[in-house]
């Protein structure tokens, strides 16, 4: 397959390098491919990064968007929108957009807040910019490393999605099940405003991490039969 | 022990019959004793499942309040505020006040919101509102049925508790221990402000529960050591 990761950070660096560890096709979708090679703010520059990763190119958001089947949202929730308006709708059209994110606001300090909540979610806001994408909400409840090695977490424990396309998810599940996840892990909560109750999880995430102390955490629903 | 439990719907009877059965006086309070025991909207009206209750008595919030050493807010979220207040900052003052509720906002259907959301709780909103209380906010992320047998979900599941003061929140684990939850599954929190979290959690409670098809389920934090 041949997949567009949106964002530079640890997230979307830890999908693409997994997405490419598989075999598949990568290019992370920046705003601006120079700025991204010259940005130094993270622990590790994306420059030095990328320079032990040959094999995952960079782009910006929309040539990147304009050749994948799949475009995977990783960045930061507060701009997501605008890092897929730069990746055009014509280049989303139809595609699988795999959403990450959390719309978490960071302005007030610690713990972050989330915006939209409550009556709306970051997930339905891209789906309603972009009605032509087929966008499934999923893996924004745990840390990026538990994401793609869900053994960093012993025993059993859960993922979600969501969205409106059943096909969609389907080939998302698969994707799940080869990054090590368990079917029964599973979790399908409907269509994508359920993405309200997987962001409105972050918060929860956010406090637990503190009492925890490290991300190899996760969320497991335990059920009688 | 001598506790005053709020709310006459399917929680606080679940609460104030476990608490009875285990030697504890137990009053119910409500706003109007008269209308509470006219009220048939429930499906068992509350005469008929006082009847068979002789041990648990129904007083007003403030009568409730003013004997108890504790008081538990299992009102519906949305009046929990002016339940406290009928019940009279006085009769509060200094007491451990065990709140379970959640501000679960129903007017725009299925699935409900929460108000407040993000930067406020109910829990928040309650102990600004009765400073001089000891407020823990706990249980509020699972059915009510499982608050109180926590053996009704197989396997090791959670409960959390945050709040202000620490021996509240002691007095308050030597409850939940009493309910038969091992003192491993207690995860505390932090202080009150935590309370955002566990608030926000129930967008994925309610969700899930359309998944799982029953209230026999609970949340688990797996992790790694």
Redesign the interface.
């Known amino acids: 397959m041949n997949y567009a990761v949106f964002g530079t950070g640890v997230v979307g660096r830890t999908l693409a390098a997994k997405l490419a560890t598989q075999g598949h096709k990568v290019t992370i979708g920046t705003r601006d491919v120079e700025r991204t090679l010259a940005q130094t703010d993270s622990e590790e520059s994306f420059a030095a990064w990328s320079a032990a990763q040959p094999d995952i190119a960079l782009a910006t958001f929309a040539d990147a968007a304009a050749t994948a089947d799949t475009v995977v949202n990783a960045t930061a929730g507060t701009s997501s929108l605008a890092a897929l308006r730069a990746a055009g709708a014509e280049n989303l059209h139809g595609k699988l957009l795999i959403d990450v994110s959390n719309p978490l606001d960071f302005s ?1 300090g610690m ?1 972050p ?3 939209p ?3 709306d979610s970051l997930g339905e806001q891209i789906q309603r910019a972009f009605p032509e994408a087929r966008v499934v909400k999923t893996l924004n409840t745990m840390n990026c490393s538990v994401m793609v090695e869900p053994g ?6 859960n993922v ?1 999605l969501c969205g409106n396309d059943a096909e969609a998810k389907e080939r998302t599940a698969e994707l799940l099940l080869s990054f090590g996840w368990p079917q029964d892990a599973l ?4 269509d994508i ?2 993405a ?3 962001e ?5 995430w ?3 991490w ?3 102390g ?1 991300g ?9 039969d």
């Open positions: 007030r713990p807040t989330l915006d909540v409550g009556t960093l977490v012993p025993g059993p424990h979600f979790i399908d909560l409907g405003t359920a309200r109750a997987t409105q999880a972050l918060p929860l956010v406090q637990l503190g009492v925890v490290h190899n955490f996760n969320f497991r629903i335990q059920q009688a």
